[in-house]
């Protein structure tokens, strides 16, 4: 099973700052199609996950362009440009490269 | 408005059964992967089961053999029957839509709870 580890575990940033996560797997999660398998979700306050990034890199749709994936292998990070209160909430790496989908433990991002 | 609704948690007793359901809307349901992820306090984010456009289905090993997915396209509706329930199966159970950029569509979550 691939391990997802993240940091920091919480985060407390003042509105208008940057804000940076980072997700490390055991092994690296780029397929033999190319593809990297790697993903980030966003979980507000009393919703389900919502997917931000996919495959790295790509924003999915209706997402913010303040939030950017970067990363190859098994290092990933997220980066957050501007804080608003809107990005609060707890902050998920998924892996699909094999089965079992796994997650890293999370990140909450709270505002100063 | 793409929608996953699930429903069917409770509260049961260890060894019982329960079956969820997850209704899908505003999307063509025959044609994605399907997915059954859970939330719980001690284990965060798990996933529990896939199951392909074919029938094709996938667990994870805690739930191999105690869990069944499956979907009739005809109603736009996914199922776990859950049995032989543990107590470390309490959790939030969320159904998702795997499209070609992950799960991109996500239920508001079944409560089961486990417990004597």
């Known amino acids: 099973e691939i391990v997802m580890t993240q940091t920091p575990l919480s985060l407390s940033v003042t509105p208008g700052q940057p804000a940076s996560i980072s997700c490390k797997s055991t092994?690296?999660?780029?397929?033999?199609?190319?593809?990297?398998?790697f993903y980030w979700y966003l979980q507000r306050p009393g919703q389900s996950p919502q997917l931000l990034i996919y495959q790295v890199s790509n924003r999915f749709s209706g997402v913010s362009d303040r939030f950017s994936g970067s990363g190859s292998g098994t290092d990933f990070t997220l980066k957050i440009s501007r804080v608003e209160a809107e990005d609060v909430g707890i902050y998920y790496c998924m892996q699909a490269l094999q089965p079992p989908l796994t997650f890293g433990g999370g990140t909450k991002v709270e505002i100063k | 408005e793409v929608q996953l609704v699930e429903s069917g948690g409770g509260l049961v007793q260890p060894g019982g059964s329960l079956r969820l359901s997850c209704a899908a809307s505003g999307f063509t349901f025959s044609s994605y992967d399907m997915r059954w992820v859970r939330q719980s306090t001690e284990k965060g984010l798990e996933w529990v089961s896939a199951i392909g456009i074919a029938g094709d289905s996938y667990y994870s090993d805690s739930v191999k053999g105690r869990f069944t997915i499956s979907r009739e396209n005809a109603k736009n509706s996914l199922y776990l029957q859950m049995n032989s329930l543990r107590a470390g199966d309490t959790a939030v159970y969320y159904c998702a839509r795997s499209g070609s950029n992950g799960m991109d569509v996500w239920g508001q979550g079944t409560t089961v709870t486990v417990s004597s």
């Open positions: 092994q690296s999660l780029l397929h033999s199609d190319g593809k990297t398998y």
